[in-house]
Structure formats: C-alpha cells, structure tokens
Nanobody, 127 residues
Framework: QVQLVESGGGLVQPGGSLRLSCAYS????????IGWFRQAPGKEREGVSC????????YLSDSVKGRFSASRDNAKNTVYLQMNSLEPEDTAVYYC????????????????????WGQGTQVTVSS
C-alpha cells in the first residue's frame, strides 16, 4: 500500500528556513519519482521539485531554484525539501506525491499526472 506522510511545516519569518519531510512506503524511489507541490489559497497546485532514481536526480522549479533543494535518505525512506530564504509568497500547503516513472526533466510534470498524495503540511512565511 502506497503511503506518503509530510511533516515539518510551520510558521517562519521572511528569510528563514524550514525542512519538510516526506516519509514514503509501498514503493521504491529507485524506479519512481516523488514530487513536491504547493498550493496557496485561490491558486492552482504548483510543482516545486522532483526527485527520482537511485542517484536521486532532482529538478526544481524556476520560482524556487537557488533557495530550495531536494534530497533523499534511502535508509529512512524519506525525501526532504530544504527551503531557505523563505518569502511570504512561499506560503502554501506543501504536498508530496509519487508517480511510477522517473522525473521528466526540468519541466516538472503537472499535479494531475501524480497518482498518490500525502495529506499536506502548512508553511506560513510571515513576520
């Protein structure tokens, strides 16, 4: 049974950092991808990053490149989204999701391509 559980969200001041975790089970990241998405109120769900394969190849959207990074811990079946230099515009519910293929490349696949989703974790950037 595929499961994904996000954690690590919270309230942070502009310029601060957070690390989100996505603990997964029921599949191996060696042959699948995990994407991070976010959805702000009144906006569409936006792809943030994708990580896949035994090498943990990662891609980031242009809106977060240089500030966010994605990584994996094979022993813990967990992927992380490290978020630095956070801005109020980063405020959203962040989700991780999985798809049974490798990341497609710099152009992140849209949310509707992903089959399994976590419950989301709220990130609020505010002073």
């Amino acid at each position: 049974q595929v499961q994904l559980v996000e954690s690590g969200g919270g309230l942070v001041q502009p310029g601060g950092s957070l690390r989100l975790s996505c603990a997964y089970s029921g599949f191996t990241l060696d042959y699948n991808a995990i994407g991070w998405f976010r959805q702000a109120p009144g906006k569409e769900r936006e792809g943030v990053s994708c990580i896949s394969g035994s090498a943990g190849t990662t891609y980031l959207s242009d809106s977060v490149k240089g500030r966010f990074s994605a990584s994996r811990d094979n022993a813990k079946n967990t992927v992380y989204l490290q978020m630095n230099s956070l801005e109020p515009e980063d405020t959203a519910v962040y989700y991780c999701a999985t798809i049974p293929q490798y990341c497609s490349g710099p152009d992140l696949l849209p949310a509707y391509e992903y089959k399994y989703w976590g419950q989301g974790t709220q990130v609020t950037v505010s002073s």
